[in-house]
């Protein structure tokens, strides 16, 4: 039996002995992305050797990719519905050792990571971790909970604009499509029609009054027409 094999059955007992007690009291048991199981689709195995409500995945977002070299969409497409937490740390990487920093202050894609969950339509927290440098949690609580809220504010902003363009651009439809405009539309063109018909009908009248009168003079005076 190689080492990941028996690394692997070593966890699953130990989730097997927990899990029918976690069902039975409603809890939910979370399996971070670290170590062995920062390879998520390691992780996805195992969660779906069970494969239920009581046991899901902890999307530190730090470690896959550092470890693993793993892009978010890869992430979200091994673990899906399965993420029922995250972790949110930013890093660098000196010297071969990796280095934490305030979010946004490091050079992980926090954006790019945390938009990936936006395919999953994510509802659950997300949570600071950090590990060493800074010790006054005022500072990076109050750091992180700024950063994340100018993430939702310029998110909030461009989906309000596409949402602007989109109800314009339906408004337009809509009165285009309506009967109230079609029937608007028939009603010009059918003014205008008979404007035009009426117009050409007066000219040709008054042309044939022209001709008529003219008529009348040559033949008053022995003019043959």
């Not at 999953?120 to 659950?124: C, I």
């Given at each position: 039996m190689s080492d990941k094999t028996a690394e692997d059955a070593a966890v699953t007992s130990l989730i097997g002995r927990l899990v029918s007690k976690a069902e039975q009291d409603n809890v939910t048991l979370l399996v971070e992305t670290v170590g062995i199981y920062a390879d998520t689709k390691r992780l996805r195995d195992l969660l779906n050797i069970f494969a239920c409500d009581?046991?899901?995945?902890l999307w530190d977002i730090n470690h896959p990719y550092r470890d693993f070299g793993e892009e978010p969409d890869t992430t979200i497409t091994n673990l899906g519905a399965y993420i029922k937490h995250v972790h949110v740390k930013d890093s660098v990487v000196e010297n071969g050792e990796v280095k934490y920093r305030l979010i946004g202050e490091g050079d992980?894609?926090?954006e790019k990571l945390l938009?990936?969950?936006s395919s999953?339509?994510?509802?659950?927290f997300i949570c600071a971790a950090w590990n060493?440098?800074?010790e006054d949690a005022d500072i990076v609580l109050t750091h992180f909970a700024n950063y994340i809220a100018s993430l939702g504010r310029e998110k909030t902003g461009r989906e309000n604009l596409r949402r602007n363009r989109r109800v314009r651009d339906e408004q337009r439809l809509d009165r285009l499509r309506s009967p109230e405009r079609r029937a608007s539309s028939a009603m010009r063109f059918e003014s205008v029609g008979a404007s035009r018909i009426g117009a050409g009908g007066n000219r040709y009248r008054q042309h044939a009054r022209h001709r008529d009168a003219r008529r009348r003079y040559y033949r008053s005076r022995g003019v043959a027409q």
């Open positions: 009581a046991l899901a995945a992980l894609e926090v938009g990936a969950l999953l339509n994510y509802e659950g060493e440098e800074i």
